[in-house]
T-cell receptor, first 115, second 119 residues
Framework: AQSVTQLGSHVSVSEGALVLLRCNYSSSVPPYLFWYVQYPNQGLQLLLKYTSAATLVKGINGFEAEFKKSETSFHLTKPSAHMSDAAEYFCAVNPSGAGSYQLTFGKGTKLSVIP | GAGVSQSPRYKVAKRGQDVALRCDPISGHVSLFWYQQALGQGPEFLTYFQNEAQLDKSGLPSDRFFAERPEGSVSTLKIQRTQQEDSAVYLC?????????????????FGPGTRLTVL
């Protein structure tokens, strides 16, 4: 079984400040990890993914995340927040291995960017 | 270059009414998923199809929920005798199987969702 915990349901940052959204996971097998972004009234868009290659993963819109096995974490960061980053962000885990397909999501973190 | 589409985008139903939600996956995607996203929550898995076969329906909350994909393309999620607790956004995703250093994984592409409100 796998689960995802996102610390902080709401995060506010000033425009130009560092964005840090936290995600911790549990998984009985090595995981694949994903960050999705959801803008109001839209579906989920994949930001980046970790699939057992490099532990530092770069995604779209300047976001990146680092897989830390010892901490069971996959935190999302961006050096400088932009107003257009205001959205809800979801971390998800998918167990690796043949036949695995189900994504388990965290509850989401709503990011507000203050001008 | 169309993505996953869903219709209707919004549905208001009276309690007890039956509803049908449609998903058009990306052409050629073998796998199709339905998720339910309650207000303020992350999406939760409902069911999974590989082509026309429903391989996993463990997430369907009750026997009022039924999904089908008869020709391995378009899928319909049907909810019978809707209840207020069924109010949620229903997301559909289709998937390619990708190879990675660790094995294979599903890269899921999501539609915009159908927001169902049951009065």
């Amino acid at each position: 079984a796998q689960s995802v915990t996102q610390l902080g349901s709401h995060v506010s940052v000033s425009e130009g400040a560092l964005v840090l959204l936290r995600c911790n996971y549990s998984s009985s097998v090595p995981p694949y990890l994903f960050w999705y972004v959801q803008y109001p009234n839209q579906g989920l868009q994949l930001l980046l993914k970790y699939t057992s290659a490099a532990t530092l993963v770069k995604g779209i819109n300047g976001f990146e995340a680092e897989f830390k096995k010892s901490e069971t974490s996959f935190h999302l960061t961006k050096p400088s927040a932009h107003m257009s980053d205001a959205a809800e962000y979801f971390c998800a885990v998918n167990p690796s291995g043949a036949g695995s397909y189900q994504l388990t999501f965290g509850k989401g973190t709503k990011l507000s960017v203050i001008p | 270059g169309a993505g996953v589409s869903q219709s209707p985008r919004y549905k208001v139903a009276k309690r007890g009414q039956d509803v049908a939600l449609r998903c058009d996956p990306i052409s050629g995607h073998v796998s199709l998923f339905w998720y339910q996203q309650a207000l303020g929550q992350g999406p939760e898995f409902l069911t999974y199809f590989q082509n026309e076969a429903q391989l996993d329906k463990s997430g369907l909350p009750s026997d009022r929920f039924f999904a089908e994909r008869p020709e391995g393309s378009v899928s319909t999620l049907k909810i019978q005798r809707t209840q207020q607790e069924d109010s949620a956004v229903y997301l559909c995703a289709s998937s390619l199987v990708r190879l990675s250093a660790g094995g294979v994984y599903n890269e899921q592409f999501f539609g915009p969702g159908t927001r169902l409100t049951v009065l």
